[in-house]
C-alpha cells in the first residue's frame, strides 16, 4: 500500500517547503516527492531536478477576436461584464486574455462568428528526477486559475509512478493556506504534517487547517518550527493542536543555517546544521514505513 503523506501549513513561510526537501532526502530513494504549491512552487530550487517529460496544462477557455472577421458592431464589449473587450484604433476589438473569464458570452451572441474560443494554456506539469528520486512537480502560469485541477493531476502522476516503481512513499509539498488547491491536495492522502510557528498569525492559521483536516478526517500531525523565538506560544499551540486531536510530533529549532543550505541548493539534512537533528526526529516521530521493514 501506498502511502501519501503531506505537509501544510496554515500560512506561507513557516519552513514547509524546507521540512519536505529533508523529508525527501530521509526517505533515501524510496519515496516519490511531489511539489503541490503550483501557484508558487519552489522545491526545485532544493532538489535541483532534472526534466524527463513535459505536459502543457490546459483548463477552461478563453475568447480570441478574429480581427480578420469583426465588423466592429461592438456587441461583444457591451455584453462583456468583466471589460475584457477592448476598442482598438482601426475600429476593431481585441481580448485581453488577463481580464477574460472564460464565460462564452462574447462567443454566443457575436453576428459575425468572429471570435474563436479555445482551451486556455494555464501552465504546464513535469515528471523529473531527483538525487532523491522521482518527482513530480508544475508551475501555474501568469494569472492563471484552476490550481486545484493542477494538484490533482500533480498527485494522480506521482501515484501512478510509485505504483510503477514499486515505491511505497509519497512525500508531497502542499501549498499554505485553508483554500482549494490545499483541499485537491490533501483530501485521501495517508497522513498529513501541518508545519507552523509560534506566532498569532501562525496560531491563528493552524486552528483553520486543523479544522479543515478534521472535516476530511486525515490523520493530523504538527510540528512547531522556530519554537524557540518564543517557547510560551509554541506550549499554547501544541496544547491546542492536541485537543483538535491532532499529534505533536516534534519541535525545529530556529537555526541560520537553514538559508545557508538553502543557497547551496541542499536539503537541511544534508548539512551539519542543529536544526538537522531536530528534522530528523520529526521523522522518525511520524512513523512511516519505507518498505525496509522498519520505520524511520
Not at 465588423?71 to 484604433?89: D, I, P, S, W
Not at 512537480?137 to 492563471?144: F, K
Amino acid at each position: 500500500m501506498i502511502q501519501e503523506l503531506v505537509i501544510i501549513s496554515g500560512k506561507g513561510g513557516t519552513g514547509k517547503t524546507s521540512v519536505a526537501a529533508s523529508f525527501a532526502v530521509l526517505a533515501a530513494g524510496r519515496a516519490v516527492v511531489a511539489d503541490c504549491d503550483v501557484d508558487a512552487a519552489d522545491l526545485h530550487l532544493v532538489l535541483v531536478p532534472r526534466i524527463i517529460e513535459s505536459t502543457d496544462f490546459k483548463s477552461g477557455h478563453e475568447a480570441v477576436m478574429l480581427r480578420e472577421r469583426c465588423t466592429g458592431c461592438g456587441l461583444c464589449a457591451e455584453l462583456c461584464r468583466f471589460e475584457a473587450v477592448k476598442l482598438l484604433t482601426d475600429n476593431r476589438y481585441r481580448v485581453d486574455p488577463v481580464a477574460c473569464e472564460g464565460c462564452g458570452v462574447c462567443v454566443r451572441f457575436c453576428p459575425a462568428d468572429a471570435i474563436a474560443f479555445p482551451e486556455r494554456l494555464c501552465g504546464e506539469w513535469m515528471v523529473s528526477e531527483t538525487r532523491c528520486g522521482p518527482m513530480v512537480h508544475a508551475c501555474l502560469g501568469v494569472a492563471a486559475e484552476n490550481s486545484g485541477k493542477l494538484v490533482s493531476i500533480v498527485r494522480r502522476e506521482a501515484r501512478r509512478i510509485a505504483g510503477e516503481k514499486g515505491l511505497p512513499l509519497i512525500v508531497t509539498d502542499g501549498p499554505p493556506g485553508i483554500g482549494c488547491p490545499v483541499i485537491a491536495s490533501m483530501t485521501g492522502s495517508s497522513q498529513v504534517l501541518v508545519v507552523t510557528e509560534p506566532t498569532v498569525s501562525g496560531e491563528h492559521d493552524l486552528e483553520r487547517v486543523l479544522k479543515l483536516a478534521r472535516h476530511f478526517d486525515v490523520p493530523t500531525s504538527v510540528c512547531v518550527n522556530k519554537w524557540d523565538i518564543n517557547p510560551e506560544m509554541t506550549e499554547r499551540i501544541e496544547r491546542k493542536a492536541e485537543a483538535s486531536g491532532a499529534r505533536v510530533v516534534g519541535r525545529i529549532r530556529y537555526d541560520r543555517m537553514v538559508t545557508a543550505a538553502q543557497i547551496q541548493a541542499k536539503a537541511v539534512v544534508e548539512t551539519d546544521a542543529p536544526s538537522a537533528a531536530d528534522i530528523r526526529s520529526v521523522w522518525a516521530n511520524l512513523k512511516l514505513e519505507t518498505g525496509k521493514g522498519e520505520h524511520t
